[in-house]
């Protein structure tokens, strides 16, 4: 624990709040979305600019504390334990440049922000499904878009440069002409090289969509889920989907057509103009089962929350995944054996989302797995000790789905407890991992930046 006048020491070189443990509002500071985990730092700083991020890593540094970054919390990592622990969320300005199609985000910026600034311009952005993850975290770790990620790949491949406080506490601007090896690693290796303050990246000339979603009863989960497998064996790369398999518990929130209640959720989104063309690519799944709701049609951007419709309320949840490389009539077979209506599942989500497209084409930036087809993922409500049954269900369904799996996963579906060496290395392609490994210990040799999906650094050779 800081002593009183370190802690003094900080906040008189910070703008933004310095907390220690027992001052009134520490708690609120250092809650994240997913309360499954509590920070407990030695000291949190609330930055308000770069420059407050480069007081804080150096107080780390100085005082051999490891340092952690907290924007919104969707993910869960490490808890930052002893650690200084950076909040981002002051940080939010956004500019487009609307004629060059790019935007300029800072650290604390979620989604929501950028689509209302782009759209106005006809522009959009590779975002998440939810309005209110963090973009930064979300582009550093790949960023998989439900809009448009097979029609223009990874959000970390449109990232036009960075600005980064390593763990020297140098600010730099980093692009693939200064710092190229930090630049290629950063997109794709999260919070492992430095504490990413502001990040430019390329927007889109889209201003509409055809997407929305298809529900039907979980008693129809084989003839939909058959049809899906077949429908993404075939679709274009204008089209992103994803299935979910919901018993959503009748909470405060949960709509009535899933309280309670075990749902399938097909969600489509289509890039192309042609509507009829669009009806026509969907008319297999509507004639797989009867729809209990149908909220397909043409779309403005800027409702893009309404494909998914995340939860918007914080609340602590585990996270488990997998990456396929098909989904074959056997691997249908698992999923419903698993997850179906005759399963004892005791799981929130079992979902899959098709990849491929442009996420399966080369770039020159660390995100790995490019190979895979679709990505598993599975959720669980509730807090870690309380989750033994989860834990014990997701770990045998992941060992069932192997003869399908790439042996891969996607990092921002990993979770806190993915944490170890072999769980990281699954992240990523092994020339890549190796390189990143060379770049972590040229830029932060003792591990600074290792509450996180750590990546060590290489060892230093003679």
Not at 26 to 48: D, K, M, Q, S
Not at 152 to 173: E, I, K, M, N, Q
Not at 378 to 396: C, E, K, N, S, W
Request: proline share 8%.
């Amino acid at each position: 624990m800081l002593s009183s006048p370190k802690h003094d020491t900080l906040a008189a070189q910070v703008t933004g709040p310095v907390l220690g443990p027992d001052d009134d509002g520490f708690a609120e500071e250092c809650a994240p979305y997913n309360l499954a985990v509590t920070h407990r730092p030695a000291v949190v700083a609330g930055a308000v600019d770069a420059a407050d991020v480069q007081a804080a890593v150096r107080f780390a540094a100085a005082h051999d504390l490891p340092v952690a970054v907290l924007a919104t919390g969707h993910q869960a990592i490490v808890p930052a334990d002893g650690a200084v622990l950076v909040t981002t969320r002051r940080m939010n300005r956004v500019s487009v440049d609307a004629e060059a199609r790019t935007v300029r985000v800072e650290a604390g910026t979620i989604w929501q922000q950028v689509v209302d600034a782009a759209t106005p311009h006809g522009l959009a952005p590779l975002n998440g499904s939810s309005p209110l993850v963090g973009v930064v975290g979300y582009t550093l770790g790949g960023g998989l878009s439900p809009t448009m990620g097979r029609t223009h790949g990874w959000a970390s491949d449109h990232v036009t440069s960075l600005d980064v406080v390593t763990a020297d506490g140098t600010a730099r601007h980093v692009d693939a002409t200064t710092d190229p090896d930090l630049f290629w690693a950063l997109r794709g290796g999260k919070s492992n090289f430095g504490v990413v303050t502001a990040m430019e990246f390329a927007l889109f000339p889209v201003t509409r969509l055809w997407a929305g979603g298809l529900f039907f009863s979980g008693d129809d989960t084989e003839a939909v889920l058959r049809a899906y497998a077949d429908f993404t064996a075939t679709a274009p790369d204008a089209l992103s989907s994803s299935i979910a398999l919901l018993r959503l518990p009748p909470l405060p929130g949960i709509p009535e057509l899933l309280a309670g209640k075990f749902t399938l959720h097909v969600r489509i989104s289509y890039l192309g103009d042609d509507t009829q063309e669009a009806e026509h690519l969907i008319a297999p799944l509507r004639a797989a089962a009867p729809v209990l709701l149908d909220t397909l049609g043409p779309m403005p951007y800027e409702d893009f929350a309404q494909i998914h419709s995340d939860p918007v309320d914080p609340a602590p949840f585990a996270e488990y995944t997998t990456l396929l490389s098909a989904l074959t009539p056997g691997a249908v077979d698992t999923i419903l054996e698993a997850a179906g209506p005759g399963a004892d599942c005791p799981v929130q989500f079992v979902e899959l989302r098709h990849l491929g497209g442009a996420l399966g084409r080369p770039a020159d930036n660390a995100v790995g797995n490019r190979n895979a087809r679709y990505a598993l993922w599975i959720v669980a409500i509730g807090m870690p000790g309380g989750l033994t049954a989860q834990d014990a269900y997701a770990d045998a369904l992941l060992a069932r789905i192997r003869p399908w799996s790439t042996g891969g996963r996607y990092l921002n579906f990993m979770a806190a407890h993915d944490n170890s060496v072999p769980d990281v290395r699954t992240a990523y392609d092994e020339a890549a991992y190796g390189r990143l490994r060379e770049v972590k210990r040229r830029y932060d040799p003792d591990n600074l930046f290792r509450l996180n999906h750590n990546i060590p650094p290489s060892e230093a050779t003679e």
